[in-house]
């Protein structure tokens, strides 16, 4: 008479979950690897260089595609790499910057705005108003922009993407600055330091309210 083996179940199932349990490590493993906090120093000057195609990528699908036809080559750069960072915003995007004028990161800018992140501009007063300022552009399509009202420059230089990334160093958003200055940027994903900036932001958005401007000295 022979004997009936049983499957072999609570072997197969312990197989079947010890597969499932790697797998979901090698997806968890790989996710860490796609997230890993940014970590990166750019250093200006940066050669000129073609970002129609970065820009026209970020614009969106539908939004109409022509080749450029200018010389400059489309190498990466330091600027293709901060465009790349402050295009990467989802949700918010804190700009405090004293001068303001190279037109690639402006055109950025714009186009997070039409996008639909919140678009919020710290600048100086007196620089904000020279020839050649995104500033007026940016007001233009609605993004809002304060400036300061005191006797010192509004001298920060830095931004913040989506609460969580910061771009601070030495480098104003001008195409002099950017072509010509050395300059350096540090471009980080830490809550240790994104913090305070955003605290600072958060300070000097509130005292550069339109509704505490003074057009009239005391004594008047």
Not at 55 to 64: H, I, K, N, R, V
Request: with cysteine; aromatic share 8%.
């Amino acid at each position: 008479m022979w004997a009936v083996v049983a499957p072999r179940r609570p072997l197969l199932a312990a197989a079947m979950a010890a597969a499932a349990a790697g797998l979901a490590l090698a997806v968890a493993a790989r996710r860490w690897r796609r997230r890993r906090p940014v970590r990166e120093v750019l250093f200006f000057p940066s050669p000129p260089s073609c970002t129609e195609a970065l820009l026209a990528e970020a614009a969106g699908p539908g939004a109409p595609v022509q080749p450029c036809p200018c010389p400059l080559p489309r190498n990466d750069c330091s600027l293709s790499r901060l465009l790349r960072r402050l295009l990467s915003a989802r949700r918010s995007l804190e700009i405090c910057l004293f001068a303001f004028s190279c037109p690639q990161l402006g055109r950025a800018v714009r186009l997070l705005h039409r996008r639909g992140v919140r678009v919020r501009v710290v600048t100086d007063a007196q620089y904000m108003g020279l020839r050649g300022s995104q500033i007026g552009l940016l007001r233009h399509a609605g993004i809002q922009v304060r400036h300061d009202q005191g006797c010192g420059y509004m001298h920060h230089k830095f931004a913040i993407v989506d609460r969580r990334m910061l771009i601070t160093g030495s480098l104003n958003w001008t195409t002099q600055a950017i072509q010509t200055n050395r300059e350096n940027v540090l471009v980080v994903e830490d809550a240790e330091y994104v913090k305070p900036y955003l605290d600072e932001f958060e300070r000097i958005w509130e005292e550069y309210n339109p509704t505490k401007y003074r057009f009239l000295s005391q004594g008047q």
